[in-house]
Structures are given as structure tokens and as C-alpha cells.
């Protein structure tokens, strides 16, 4: 192999894990402070990109009708939690942050959708409406077992990805979409061309991998977050509320979804089932960090997009083989290199 | 002779339905029933690993995929006969579980089942990519299986096929959990540490459950390709692995009908919602996924234990009789009174900069009472933990019974005659107190898993039985052998142990605080009992702080504080040491 050849590739490749770096950031976040491996976490990475497709078509995302019926969903279960503990009057509070808080922003894009939009406009009602599916989705779905073990955790995590990447086929059909990139630019490096947009991907990358590393070691608030991860009766006497850690945490994640949506999403055609892959992948590069460390998560989803990028050149029919076979022996040395966990598999499920 | 019992009965009753139903049903329902019954016999894999050993996978429709194209492949490409095809499945996937599983199995907590989703969809796409497998097209023109002459390619053949190969999985299943081997794997999701202290090679027993779970989604595979008669990669995505693990936990992981119940209704229910949804919405090529994930995620929130158990709990209780007496299991000479049996020498534990335990020793005699006894912190569970082997010494050596055992791993020092209780009650919970007594002697028996599964270890678990059911009335609590373990109050808990402690037939049994938690006569009547074991010549090391239980019943005591032997000695002389006063104390007044 030559070495321009090897340029190429590895251009191509950190390209390609510059998408994977924002994945495995969120999946590293939401699993440090819930003990949740967010498997969905690429299908809101396809929804982003969808909707934003979809908005720039002049067309209604699904992704409204989507926030409605989560939204309502999660007022339920909400409202029957709180009347079962005789708190009625906590109501109003709760129809306010489930129910109408979510709502809004998918009426406005009800109205808004079809008329002539700038960009920012458009990429603003992507955010928008992205931003609740996460803590609607963990409302409902996670936090009535939020005390149950990991491996329950895991399983509804896995569930959860094939309802809603089902619903994506159903609001956006089986043909992928590609909307406008954010900046229209190319760059000539010595002999390599690099399109703006990469550089900009790999820009956030870095500079979400930096912010969340300073936000959870140094800010209180992230602190307190890790807390709950650790320990939630502990951090419950400490005053820290579990459920909203929880809810914070998949905010967040949901913020970094539409991110890496939109920057995704004008580099490569995502349709309603791209998720899962991209998802798993960039977990495959978060476990090769180590699964704790936003910085080891950033390294690890380069490393499987260069993996992907070389194994591609060699017979690119064998690249995921090759990509999700390489975990098997990351997790046998990992296992061989950490200390052995306690004692702690009582009753699992 | 005995009248037949529900549960004697329902697999009879279950068969005879079985093979009436092509004389009722023709047509599309037998073509149903067939799709039933492969997919549960690939979910009766997952209640084996899921339900009774405590391990997800999502890979199980992988596996499926190795057995269906294993077989394929040979008969079509090869022109091997379906029966040879049979035998390549099951290699096929009892040969990769077994990598797979001592490559990954270690692994704790979620890094397991998400190694499984991995390891799946690498077989997935390597399927879909291999020329010699058709690629995505898969293979077709599969040839049917054979019984003589006569070819099984009728859908009532099909039928047949499947659900006599399941009924045999199953009758095979069931007879593995009703055995030693099946008990100890039942009592994996209690925890390593209980089961290895009892002498259970947990690794390897894992290991055994996840080739058998392979080996059950090869026999699923084998069905699907002579059945079907063709094989294409979509079916072994992860996709259809969840369904799997959906159907086990929906009819209930941990019993054998669940998969046949669970199956069921996600195959019908499946085939009922691929008419209704696509009149409904456009697109709806996915959305029974979306209803099944929406009823997933309710079962796991409401009713994790699935259908069967709560169908169970309806039925009519039977009175079960206390087992009958059988001849007794060989016994170990117990070595003569005052002879050395433990010795603990400059025992040192250092965690980080911490020292523990710092530089302990001291004897143990047979057929004494020894109380090792401190305030909090002192040392004394990091003692009891080098001592029976659940961890290993900084420095220091440890003899038992005349050989070193120093860093020896707990099942080991178990098969040495060393019984052992645990401070924070290990019980199997969903099991007798037969059964966890029968756990504790796991290692008298010699029963495998073949003759199991054969029933050919009848004489021997009559035997076990009757020693549980011996040591359950030493203990006193021989009067409801067939009472779940976690129904009973916490004070009786800790009696059990002490029973599944004494099945094992131990020469030294080691009690970690047995008083904790206990009511006043509770403690008289341990006491009592623990007395009544001396006089039968046993050795007894208990840990322990309450010092009133201690001081009437042990013959000598050992006092730590901080890491270090403080004291050694009969217990009044230790009760004066002042230095023994003051670090319970605080100081003399």
C-alpha cells in the first residue's frame, strides 16, 4: 500500500469516525449517569437527519406526530404514578413539562412547515423537535425501572431501538434522504481535498468530547449527575433527584443526537433503519475507550472508522463483519486487563 | 400406585393435543403451528440461558442462522443426507457457543449481552456476504429429511418433524433442571460466590448452558432449512434474536413450557398483525416490531417473571409428602477430636495501602468451637474470606486437614470438607428448602448432565434428596421441606444455610455472623444447635461481634482489632484482657 493510498484511507476513515465520535460521546454520557446503554441513540441520529430533509422539502416531518404521542404517553404514565401516590395536585405541574412543554414545539412546526424558512429557521424546528424525544422517551420507557438491574436496562434499551425505528419507517418511508450541508465549502490540504462540512463534524467533535469532559468533572451539576449513576439512594440523601438526573442526562444526549444528525446527515444518505449501525458502531469505538471516558470514547470511534475505512479498501463487503467481529476479542482483553467486578450478579432480571 | 400429578400430567396431555392436531387442523394453522414450534425450540434455548443461568443473548437467531446454513450448505452443496445435516447443526453450534462462550463469558454484568448483539450481527452480515452461503439470497432447493424411503415433505410431515424434535428438547430440558447438575444451574443467578462455595464449577457450568442454548438454536435451524426448505440471512438478524428472548421472557424465562407458550403467541400474534397493520397505515412493514417492542417493555416493567408462573400460582397447590428415605451417601471420617485442623500462619490482606488483616495466626482443632471475634472493622470478614478461599492473601500460608490451601479457589477448599455460611443470607429464593439444601450436596453426587437427561441418576438423587431432607431435621426444619426458601422469616434463613452447610458432609463448617439479625430465642436455639454439632464431633469457626452469643458457647476465642490479633484464648480470660476491654469499649472505666 502506498502512502497517498494510505492518506486516502485514512482521510476517508477519520471522516467517517468523525460521525462516530458524536455517537459514542452520547452513549458515554447517558450510560455514566443512568447505567443505561442508549441503544436508540442512532435512531435519533436518523430522525435528525430526516426531519431536517423532511422540513427542507416543505414536507411535515413525522417526527410532530411522534412528540405528540410520546408526549401524551409519557402524561399518562406520569399521571398515573402520581395519582397511585395520592398526589393529585401535582397535576398541572406534570400535564406543563410533559404534556405542553413537548407539544409546542411541535405545533409550531405543524404552522411553520411548508412556508418559505432560512436555513437557520429550519435547523432550529429540527432542534426543537428532536430535543424531547429523549427525555420523553426515557419517561416512559426507563424510568418506571430505573432501579432495576443493568441487564433489564439493556434489554428495553434494544427494544426501544426497533419500535422507533419501526415508527421512522412508517413516518419517512423506506428511501433514504440527504439534506443541504450546513456550510458549502472545500478545502485543499497538500494533495488531500476536505470538504467543509468534515472539518466542521470534526470541530464539534472535539469540542463536545472537551465540554463534556470539563462539565462532568469540574461543574457541579455534572458532578451530581455521576452521583446518581453510582448510587442513586445515596444520591437521593445527598438531594439530588435521581429522576431528573435521568431526564437531564437524556436531554443532553438528545442535543448531541440532532447535532450529529444534522452534521451527519448532507455527508451520508441515512434512512429510517441507518441507526442501529451507526449506533452500535460508535458504541463499539465507546467500549473500546473503556465506556467512562469521553476523550478514550473519542479515540475509540476514530479508531473503528479508520478500522472500517482499511478493511473496506480490502473487500468492503466484509467491513461491518470486521468492525463488530473486533469487539469480541476489545472485550476479552478489557476483561483480562480490568480487575475482576464484585461479587454483584444477585438476581439479574 | 400414585395418582399422576398436574405436573406429571401436563406434558402427557400436552403431547396427546399435539399429535391430534393435523386430524383437526389443515392447511395454513399446521404451516402455523410448524413456525411455532421451531421458534420455540430456539426460545427453549434462551430459557435454559436466560431464564434458569441468569445470561441474556441476543444472538440466539445468529445461532438459529449457523445450524439452518450448516445443514444447507451440506445437503445441498454436498449432497449429505438431512440426518448427517442434523448432526453438522448441532457441531456447528455447540463448536462456536463454545468459543464464543470462553472467549466472552467472563465478561460481567451488560458487556456480555453486548457482546452477543456484536458476535450476531457479524455472523449476520458474514451470511449475507459469503458466495459459497448465496449471499443475500441465501440457499434454496433444500432437500427434505428422510425417515427410510419415506420423504418428510408434506406440511404435516413438517409438523411432526418439528414438534417431535421439540417435544424431545423439551422432555430432555426438563429432565436436566430436575437433576444435581440442573440444580447447580439454577443456583448461578444466585451469585459466583455461593455457587463456587458449594463446589460448583461456575465457569464451566455456565459455559455447558450456553453450548446446550447453541445447540437447541442449531436443532431450531435444522427444522427451519428441511421445513422450509430454504434459508436467507434476514431471518438471523438481531431483529428476529430479540424475538427470541421476547418469547422466553413473555412466557416465562425459567420454564420450560414459557417457550412453548411464548413462541405461540408472538408467532400468531405476528401473523394476525401482518394482515391487520399494513390496512391500517402505509409503510407498516416494521410496525409489528413497534407492537411487539411496546409490549416487550411492558412485560419487563410489569410481570418480568412472564405468563407461566402466574398461571401456575391460579393452579391448586398439592400437598407434597417430605421425600422418601434412601440409603444413605458414603460419609468422611471425620479426623480425631484435637487433632490440627486449621492453621492460619502470618496471614497477611492488603487492599492498596490498607492492611486489613496484618499478620494473623492462629489453630483450629477438630471438634472444638473457635469464636474469632472483633469490634467493627477489625479484620475478621477479610479472614473468613482468606480462609474459605473466596479471596487470595498478600502473604501467609493456610493449612487445612494437612495440606496448604493458601490462595486455593473456594470450590476447592469446599471439596476439602470445608462448609461455609455467608453473612448476608445466600439462598436461592425460588427454590425448596429441599433444594437449597440439596445444593450444599452438590459435591457427594456424581451425576452428569447425559445421564441426566436420560434419567439414569434416579438412585442417586433419592439419596441426595433423603440427606437434605436429613439435614432439614437436624436443623429443625424438617416440617415443610417443600416451602420456598425466601418465604421463610430471616432468623430461619440463616438455619438453612446451616443445613446446606451440613449436607455437604463438612469436616470444619465456618459461620460468618450467624447471629445478625436474630431474635433472642432465635440465638438460644443456634446455640443449642450448634452445640448439639460439636457433641457429633464436627469443628466450628464462627465469626461474630455479639459477644453474649459467643462467650456461652465457644471453647476458645480469637479478638482482632484493626487487622491484628489482639488476644487469643478461653473466653473468661479473654473477657479480663484489658486490652481486649478497651477496643470494645474504649477504655477501661
Redesign the interface.
Known amino acids: 500500500m502506498s502512502l497517498d493510498l494510505a492518506l486516502l484511507l485514512a482521510q476517508d476513515g477519520i471522516a467517517n469516525g468523525a460521525i462516530y465520535v458524536l455517537v459514542a460521546l452520547g452513549i458515554v454520557l447517558v450510560f455514566l449517569v443512568t447505567r443505561i ?1 442508549f441503544v436508540p441513540f442512532g435512531d435519533l441520529v436518523a430522525y435528525g437527519a430526516l426531519t431536517l430533509a423532511a422540513i427542507q422539502a416543505g414536507e411535515r416531518p413525522g417526527t410532530i406526530w411522534l412528540v405528540l404521542m410520546l408526549a401524551a404517553l409519557a402524561f399518562l404514565v406520569e399521571a398515573v404514578s402520581l395519582l397511585g401516590r395520592g398526589a393529585a395536585h401535582r397535576l398541572p405541574r406534570a400535564a406543563l413539562v410533559w404534556l405542553a412543554l413537548p407539544a409546542l414545539p411541535a405545533l409550531v412546526a405543524w404552522a411553520l412547515v411548508g412556508r418559505a424558512l432560512p436555513d437557520a429557521a429550519q435547523w432550529a424546528l429540527t432542534v426543537a423537535l428532536i430535543l424531547p424525544l429523549g427525555p420523553l422517551l426515557y419517561r416512559i ?1 426507563f424510568r ?2 430505573a432501579d ?1 438491574p ?3 436496562l ?3 434499551s ?3 431501538h ?2 422507533i ?3 421512522a ?2 413516518f419517512f ?2 428511501e433514504g434522504a440527504r439534506p443541504r450541508p450546513l456550510i458549502n465549502a472545500m478545502f485543499e490540504i497538500g494533495d488531500m481535498v476536505v470538504s467543509a462540512q468534515t472539518l466542521l463534524m470534526l470541530a464539534c467533535s472535539a469540542l463536545a468530547a472537551a465540554g463534556l469532559w470539563l462539565f462532568f468533572e469540574r461543574s457541579l451539576t455534572g458532578r451530581a449527575l455521576r452521583a446518581t449513576a453510582v448510587n442513586r439512594v445515596g444520591a437521593r440523601l445527598m438531594g439530588i433527584r435521581p429522576g431528573v438526573s435521568g431526564g437531564t442526562a437524556f436531554m443532553l444526549a438528545s442535543a448531541l443526537a440532532v447535532l450529529s444528525g444534522l452534521l451527519i446527515g448532507p455527508v451520508t444518505t441515512l434512512s ?2 441507518s441507526g442501529f ?1 451507526i449506533g ?1 458502531k460508535s ?2 469505538g465507546a ?1 473500546i475507550g473503556g465506556l467512562v471516558s469521553y476523550p478514550g470514547a473519542a479515540l475509540g470511534a476514530l479508531f473503528v472508522g479508520l478500522l472500517e475505512s482499511f478493511t473496506a479498501f480490502y473487500d468492503s ?2 467491513k ?2 470486521v468492525v ?2 473486533i ?3 476489545v ?2 482483553l ?2 483480562l486487563v480490568t480487575a ?2 464484585a ?7 | 400406585m400414585r395418582r399422576l400429578t398436574v405436573g406429571q400430567c401436563a406434558p402427557l396431555v400436552f403431547a396427546g393435543v399435539m399429535a391430534l392436531m393435523p386430524l383437526v387442523l389443515r392447511g395454513y394453522p399446521i404451516t402455523l403451528l410448524s413456525y411455532v414450534g421451531m421458534a420455540a425450540t430456539a426460545a427453549l434455548g434462551l430459557v435454559l440461558l436466560t431464564g434458569v443461568g441468569g445470561l441474556t443473548s441476543f444472538g440466539q437467531a445468529a445461532f438459529v442462522g449457523v445450524g439452518a446454513y450448516a445443514t444447507a450448505w451440506l445437503t445441498t452443496a454436498e449432497g449429505l443426507s438431512p440426518w448427517l445435516g442434523l448432526l453438522a447443526a448441532l457441531a456447528a453450534t455447540g463448536a462456536l457457543a463454545w468459543l464464543l462462550g470462553m472467549a466472552t463469558l467472563r465478561l460481567g454484568g451488560h458487556l456480555l449481552p453486548l457482546s452477543t448483539i456484536a458476535w450476531g450481527l457479524a455472523l449476520f452480515f458474514l451470511f449475507g456476504n459469503l458466495d459459497a452461503l448465496g449471499r443475500h439470497n441465501g440457499l434454496s432447493d433444500i432437500p427434505p429429511a428422510y425417515l427410510g424411503s419415506f420423504p418428510l415433505r408434506s406440511a404435516n410431515a413438517g409438523f411432526y418433524l418439528i414438534w417431535v424434535s421439540l417435544g424431545l428438547a423439551m422432555l430432555a430440558c426438563a429432565n436436566l433442571l430436575d437433576s444435581r447438575q440442573g440444580r447447580a444451574i439454577r443456583s448461578l443467578r444466585g451469585g459466583s460466590a455461593m455457587a463456587e462455595s458449594l463446589g460448583i464449577p461456575t465457569f464451566r457450568l455456565r459455559l455447558a448452558v450456553f453450548v446446550l442454548a447453541g445447540m437447541l438454536a442449531g436443532l431450531s435451524g435444522w427444522q427451519v432449512a428441511h421445513v422450509q426448505r430454504y434459508v436467507s440471512p434476514t431471518a438471523f438478524d438481531v431483529g428476529p434474536g430479540i424475538e427470541y428472548l421476547f418469547m422466553a421472557m413473555l412466557g416465562g424465562a425459567g420454564h420450560i413450557f414459557g417457550a412453548v407458550v411464548g413462541a405461540g403467541l408472538v408467532t400468531i400474534a405476528r401473523d394476525e398483525l401482518q394482515d391487520i397493520l399494513p390496512k391500517l397505515v402505509a409503510n407498516s412493514g416494521q410496525l409489528e416490531a413497534v407492537v411487539f417492542g411496546a409490549l416487550f417493555i411492558v412485560v419487563l416493567q410489569r410481570a418480568r417473571g412472564g405468563l407461566v408462573p402466574v398461571v401456575l400460582r391460579r393452579l391448586p397447590s398439592r400437598v407434597l409428602s417430605p421425600p422418601p428415605d434412601a440409603p444413605p451417601l458414603p460419609r468422611r471420617t471425620q479426623p480425631a477430636a484435637g487433632t490440627m485442623l486449621l492453621a492460619a500462619q502470618g496471614l497477611v490482606k492488603r487492599f492498596g495501602g490498607l492492611a486489613a488483616v496484618n499478620d494473623v495466626s492462629f489453630d483450629l482443632r477438630a471438634g472444638e468451637i473457635l469464636g474469632l471475634i472483633g469490634p467493627n472493622g477489625a479484620g475478621k470478614s477479610t479472614t473468613f474470606n482468606l480462609l474459605t478461599g473466596a479471596a487470595a492473601p498478600t502473604a501467609g500460608r493456610i493449612r487445612f486437614m494437612g495440606a496448604d490451601i493458601t490462595a486455593e479457589p473456594a470450590r476447592r477448599i469446599a471439596g476439602r470438607g470445608l462448609a461455609r455460611t455467608f453473612q448476608h443470607v445466600r439462598l436461592r429464593p425460588t427454590m425448596s428448602l429441599l433444594e437449597n439444601t440439596m445444593l450444599g450436596a452438590h459435591l457427594r453426587g456424581r451425576a452428569g448432565m447425559l445421564r441426566a437427561v436420560l434419567r439414569m441418576d434416579r438412585a442417586e438423587e433419592r439419596q441426595l434428596r433423603a440427606e437434605a431432607m436429613r439435614q432439614l431435621r437436624r436443623v429443625g426444619l424438617g416440617d415443610m421441606p417443600h416451602e420456598l426458601a425466601g418465604n421463610l422469616p430471616l432468623g430461619r434463613q440463616r438455619v438453612l444455610e446451616v443445613a446446606r452447610a451440613l449436607a455437604a458432609d463438612p469436616v470444619l463448617i465456618v459461620l460468618d455472623e450467624p447471629a445478625a439479625g436474630l431474635r433472642r430465642p432465635e440465638k438460644l436455639a443456634l446455640a443449642e444447635l450448634l452445640r448439639a454439632l460439636r457433641a457429633e464431633g464436627l469443628t466450628i469457626l464462627l465469626v461474630e461481634h455479639d459477644m453474649e452469643f459467643v462467650m456461652g458457647l465457644v471453647d476458645r476465642i480469637v479478638v482482632m482489632d484493626f487487622g491484628v490479633k489482639l488476644a487469643e484464648g478461653a473466653p473468661a480470660d479473654v473477657r479480663a484482657d484489658a486490652r481486649v476491654q478497651e477496643a470494645y469499649l474504649g477504655g477501661v472505666a
Open positions: 446503554i420507557a418506571p425501572i432495576a443493568v441487564l433489564v439493556l434489554i428495553v434494544v427494544v426501544l426497533f419500535a425505528s419501526g415508527m419507517l412508517v418511508g423506506p429510517y433503519d449501525v452500535l458504541f463499539v467500549i463487503s466484509f461491518e463483519v463488530f467481529a469487539l469480541v476479542p472485550l476479552v478489557r476483561s475482576k467486578p461479587d454483584d450478579e444477585e438476581e439479574e432480571l
